[in-house]
């Protein structure tokens, strides 16, 4: 017997990411997967072909999502006003991402998205997700699966993080939440990223061409702790003082 759940709202706020999608037949699968489950907004990072006859055809009635979708040429474009970033992958790193379980996802995507958007991120079939482009998420997402064959369809994937939504959904945390502070979007995030990066150099405490695994580690701190507005605002103005401050000691040598 086949359930029959009335859609939360937060559920059209879930974006899902498609990064460079090989196949369009996949595309129009995921669709399909995404509409019977509730999301309604997919996003095309630079696919290999799109609009498509084969992608329309394995939608079946979900054309409406297809029609809907946005293609942009960057995962960035694609991030653009969201608050959480998950990025799915079944491969371990050599730096450490957070990590979640596809409930423990769900659960704090629905959590989140009466604050803002978050996007569930899916990297290319052959390759998933190179680890410059998991530095743009918060957290790395996995499904538990046999650990000897943990190879799934990129739509399998997505059909099994859309279910897990949709699930979430109805069991929504009853925790008040007026207390808590404003996240930072992602913007404001990749902002205070770039001023870090810079500020590092500016107090000579990081050589740039020694950056990827240290500000790797940085984004990795950061991001566990789901910063505010008002944290990013400390966290930079703290930067910009310990930049005046190195500028005027330079002076003042330079004297």
């Known amino acids: 017997m086949i359930e029959d759940y009335s859609l939360n709202t937060g559920l059209s706020k879930i974006r899902v990411v498609l990064v460079e999608t090989s196949h369009p037949g996949n595309i129009g699968a995921i669709a399909r997967a995404m509409k019977n489950m509730g999301l309604s907004q997919l996003v ?16 079946s009635s979900a054309a409406d999502i297809l029609d809907g979708a946005k293609v942009v040429a960057t995962l960035d474009e694609a991030l653009v006003g969201t608050k959480l970033v998950f990025g799915s992958s079944a491969r371990l790193r050599k730096v450490s991402w957070p990590q979640l379980d596809v409930r423990e996802t769900a659960k704090l995507a629905l959590e989140t998205v009466d604050e803002g958007e978050v996007a569930l991120v899916f990297g290319r079939e052959n390759s998933g997700l190179s680890n410059l482009e998991m530095d743009k998420c918060h957290y790395l997402s996995h499904i538990p699966s046999n650990p000897t064959y943990c190879s799934l369809n990129i739509s399998a994937a997505v059909q099994v993080f859309a279910y897990e939504c949709l699930m979430a959904s109805n069991v929504r945390s009853v925790h008040a939440k007026n207390d808590r502070a404003k996240l930072a979007n992602t913007e404001q995030l990749e902002g205070f990223y770039e001023h870090l990066f810079q500020a590092l150099q500016d107090i000579d405490f990081l050589d740039p061409d020694k950056n990827a695994r240290f500000m790797r580690r940085m984004r990795r701190l950061y991001n566990r702790a789901q910063l505010d507005v008002k944290e990013i605002d400390i966290l930079r103005g703290i930067l910009s003082a310990a930049q005046r401050k190195a500028l005027t000691s330079g002076t003042k040598d330079d004297v």
Request: charge should be positive; avoid cysteine.
């Open 44 to 59: 095309l990072v630079n696919p290999k072909e799109f609009p498509s006859q084969v992608a329309s055809a394995r939608a």
